[in-house]
């Protein structure tokens, strides 16, 4: 918004939209609109797409960055549990991305950007359902890419490593499991959401029209000298639920 997008914001709860879009107007001075939708729910979606289109004329820009995750050992994961995880992660990248392209990209081209991980690229404990789900995003991506090319229709992943002061930091161990990573980052410090943010306008812009199927990696190095230390895992998922 700050580099001249009006924007429309899509989720569950219509409270936290309205929240979310007073304050993204009040500090860019551009439209937000929010709208309330389930990226489980086609009929939804299709809905929300066609009520974007109504109030804005036009989509330049998709971002998928629904995602649901929790540390849990596979073992002790109910068969809903997985199932929801994939749901919410891979089947509603899918789900927006083909209304999107139907009812606007694929006549007009447009951007596909879907928010992964690094969980999938060398496996993590109690991550196997958030990995597998991001492995799946990935792949989609390159098929998309493919076929929608033709279109003019890019499609790219973002994979952010440790961002703090974000939901996900705080579900999967917050300062604790912060103090620990930032000595093993390159860099020496976790991402930040505007760290994110920028990568992704980059993406969209017209630096990157040659990039398309493939995944920018945001993690400062860290999948580079991250230990992937399952016992430390283990030892720090018993801590915290005694907690």
């Not at 792949?139 to 952010?160: F, N, Q, S």
């Not at 969209?204 to 199927?213: D, I, M, Y």
């Amino acid at each position: 918004m700050r580099h001249g997008c009006d924007t429309v914001i899509v989720s569950r709860r219509q409270d936290k939209l309205k929240q979310s879009a007073d304050l993204l107007t009040k500090a860019t001075g551009r439209r937000c609109v929010p709208i309330q939708m389930d990226v489980r729910k086609p009929e939804q979606i299709i809905k929300a797409v066609d009520d974007a289109l109504a109030q804005m004329g036009r989509i330049d820009i998709l971002i998928n960055g629904a995602a649901g995750n929790f540390l849990a050992p596979a073992a002790s994961l109910s068969f809903n549990a997985f199932k929801t995880v994939m749901e919410i992660d891979a089947h509603g990248t899918f789900n927006v991305s083909k209304v999107v392209y139907e009812k606007y990209f694929k006549d007009h081209g447009g951007m596909i950007v879907n928010i992964t991980a690094t969980l999938q690229m060398r496996g993590t404990a109690l991550q196997t359902h958030a990995g597998s789900a991001k492995a799946a995003i990935e792949a989609m991506t390159k098929h998309l890419a493919v076929e929608w090319g033709p279109d003019r229709v890019r499609v790219m992943c973002v994979a952010p490593g440790p961002i703090g002061d974000t939901e996900g930091m705080n579900r999967l161990g917050g300062k604790h499991l912060t103090d620990n990573i930032v000595k093993l980052i390159p860099i020496q410090r976790i991402g930040t959401k505007q760290d994110i943010g920028d990568t992704v306008l980059y993406v969209v812009s017209n630096a990157a029209q040659l990039l398309t199927g493939t995944t920018i990696i945001a993690d400062g190095g860290n999948c580079l000298t991250d230990d992937n230390n399952f016992i430390a895992r283990r030892a720090m998922l018993q801590k915290f639920s005694k907690l």
